[in-house]
């Protein structure tokens, strides 16, 4: 059973930055890709980030290009999302997602349905 515990939400104001990270309890990590999910209440999911981690090829959402950035760390099972330049409509629950099935890789753009493990999420608030 994989285990991802996510950590470094809070608030901040506009303008500012976080970086969030999810480590990955199972080893030998053999996930191939993880990703970023985002959620306010009455509202769908939305996909902000994904790494596929063989290649390192990362997707992102529309809404955060040029100001977020996912990573993986290089000697652990641990992924990273530094948000810069947070506006109040990042306002959000983020949640960070694994994939060990080879259909996450197909994708040209974000989706949920290949991601098999998901954390509890954490709460971003940016205040204007």
């Known amino acids: 059973q994989v285990q991802l515990a996510e950590s470094g939400g809070g608030s901040v104001q506009a303008g500012g930055s976080l970086r969030l990270s999810c480590a990955a309890s199972?080893?030998?990590?053999?996930?191939?890709?993880m990703g970023w999910f985002r959620q306010v209440p009455g509202r769908e999911r939305e996909g902000v980030a994904t790494?596929?981690?063989?290649?390192?090829?990362?997707i992102y959402a529309e809404s955060v290009k040029g100001r977020f950035t996912i990573s993986q760390a290089a000697a652990n099972n641990t992924v990273y999302l530094q948000m810069n330049s947070l506006k109040p409509e990042d306002t959000a629950t983020y949640s960070c997602a694994a994939s060990d099935l080879i259909t996450c890789t197909f994708y040209e753009v974000i989706e949920a349905n290949p991601y098999n493990y998901w954390g509890q999420g954490t709460q971003v608030t940016v205040s204007s």
């Open positions: 790494i596929r981690l063989g290649e390192k090829t990362t």
């Open positions: 199972r080893n030998p990590f053999n996930m191939r890709c």
